[in-house]
């Protein structure tokens, strides 16, 4: 069992930046991929960015460029970067943490972006 707590997130302006953490309650190093999704009100969720144990990474189309997904493993914890944010970026974002059995999220953090 994981538990995963976001925190970082807030109002900020467009192009503006915000870094999202994510602690989990033990060690992320047998965990594989590590990722953000985020869901606007009606909206699916969708996946942001992820990074494996490797360092690999995958960007949703709508963040390359803006958004940078990183791991610190020695310290249990998953950021996201996000620069250049625009209105659209507004949503409820979760980390998640793929073990393997199952996925993992945490509770979100609300992300909004003022124009």
């Known amino acids: 069992q994981v538990q995963l707590v976001e925190s970082g997130g807030g109002l900020v302006q467009a192009g503006g930046s915000l870094r999202l953490s994510c602690a989990a309650s033990?060690?992320?190093?047998?965990?594989?991929?590590m990722g953000w999704y985020r869901q606007a009100p009606g909206k699916q969720r969708d996946l942001v960015a992820a990074?494996?144990?490797?360092?690999?990474?995958n960007y949703a189309d709508s963040v390359k460029g803006r958004f940078t997904i990183s791991r610190d493993n020695a310290k249990n914890t998953v950021y996201l970067q996000m620069n250049s944010l625009k209105p659209d970026d507004t949503a409820v974002y979760y980390c998640?943490?793929?073990?393997?059995?199952?996925?993992?999220w945490g509770q979100g953090t609300q992300v909004t972006v003022s124009s």
């Open positions: 998640t943490a793929d073990s393997s059995v199952r996925r993992y």
């Open positions: 033990k060690s992320i190093f047998s965990i594989n991929t």
């Open positions: 990074i494996t144990k490797g360092g690999s990474t």
